[in-house]
């Protein structure tokens, strides 16, 4: 599952990596664009409904990712097509970041994303929060590909993820939660 | 047999632990929720959006 040949090539590692956390940014604001978007559709519902909806998402999200609740979720049911790798390196990078980085084009296996793409619809109606979620999406999803190049021991690390795969379920459970009711609180203050 | 560890064994071995203190998969995590607690103090909606979103990115970590 982690041997994309894209941040696993062996010359100019470092640089390629870059690339391809640059990809995952700009497919991260461009899907966080649509969002915005489409949230615009939602500034007439009530806040009071908007926030019920949120905190139903976020128990769900949480309740999925701890494996309590099996919801077939929406997701491109397929891997990014090896004919992507036959390119230049460069371009190849730059593409697979960004498709990627969208979260759209191949599986999804945690629920918060799902719970981030909803809290943009139905929240994020200011620009600047729009652009920081899809910022932030991808450059935590470049986060594994850069930690995982920085232990210099791909096997140790592989095997580390794979030990920490419930505590990374709890994080994002409790995370989830944690943030909608944030932004719940905030959105009512302003 | 004993193996005789020199110091620059020692301080290999010091350098990986260290290394693989700063780069467990569980370092990110417990840094974006460090990120949250300083978003909630400095009360930085934009902060605590991209955190929770740094979140959810590393949540898809092993997927392609």
Redesign the interface.
Known sequence: ??A?PVWRASNRQGFILTLFAAG?VAG?LTTATGAWLVSGLFQPVPLTVRSVALFVLAVVAALQ?LGWIHLALPQASR??PQTLFRRRLVSAALQFGFE?GT?LR?????A??Y??LS?VILF?Q?P??AA?????????????PL??Y????AE??DK??ML?TR??AL??AV??I??MA??VA?AMVR | MHKEFTEDDLDQGRHQRA??R????????LL??TC?VI??VVSS????????????????????
Do not use: E
């Not at chain 1, 920081?132 to 594994?144: C, D, N, P, V, W």
């Not at chain 2, 934009?46 to 997927?63: C, H």
């Open positions: 599952v982690l994309s995952l991260g990712d891997q990014i990627l979260g191949t599986y999804l296996p945690s918060l994303p719970l981030l809290a994020g200011n600047w929060l920081a979620a899809g910022a932030g999406f991808g450059l935590g999803r470049a986060m594994m930690v995982w920085a232990s210099k021991s140790w690390w580390q993820l920490r505590y990374l994080t994002s995370a989830g944690v943030c944030t932004v905030s | 290394r693989q700063l780069t467990d998969p569980a370092a990110p995590p974006l929720a949250l978003a909630q909606d934009v902060l605590a959006w991209a955190t929770f979103a740094g979140l959810a990115g590393y949540s898809l970590s092993g997927s392609v």
